[in-house]
């Protein structure tokens, strides 16, 4: 007795299952990575319909995972692009970066303590360090007060 064994393509609702369970995706996130899988015009947005009315897509979801993952390491500017390239409602980007402005000082101290523990020798290291913590995405003003607070008497520590 033979026994074949079939091996079919997913199904969208399988591939965007199979995403979703490595982590919360937006729905704009799983359209465009499925959208060539899509066989039959319709079928991807029948299918996110179907996951979003199921509770399995949730907007609110993907803002509080990446303000989990990603607040202790970024500034407010890096998180709003990377919440935004999700194509989430911008409305709930901005309530959701609003809880974030008032721990960017403390955010930006805790990274540049991670990353250079001491404050800078010479007015090049404290360049150096700036360019650090912008291109973490926190804001000049934070970045002064940070850097310049450790480097010398050039920043207020409040």
Known sequence: MEHRVSFTEPSLKGRALRLLGRREH???????K?????????????TLDELQAKGFIDEQRVIESVL????????????KQEL??????PRAVTEAL???QTS??????????????????TPQDAAK??????SRGFG???IRRVVMGAFGDGGSDS
Not at 26 to 32: D, F, I, N, W, Y
Not at 129 to 134: E, G, H, P, S, Y
Request: no cysteine; aromatic share 6%.
């Open 26 to 32: 937006s729905r704009a996130e799983l359209e465009q």
């Open 84 to 89: 935004q390239a999700k194509g989430l409602d």
């Open 104 to 121: 960017e000082r403390a955010r930006a101290l805790e990274v540049w303590r991670k990353k250079f523990g001491e404050p800078a020798a």
């Open 140 to 142: 000049g003003d934070v």
């Open 129 to 134: 360090q700036m360019r650090f913590l912008a």
């Open 34 to 46: 499925l959208k060539r899988f899509e066989e039959q015009p319709g079928a991807l947005e029948r």
């Open 68 to 79: 989990h993952r990603r607040a202790a390491k970024l500034g407010l500017a890096r998180i």
């Open 98 to 100: 609003a809880g974030l």
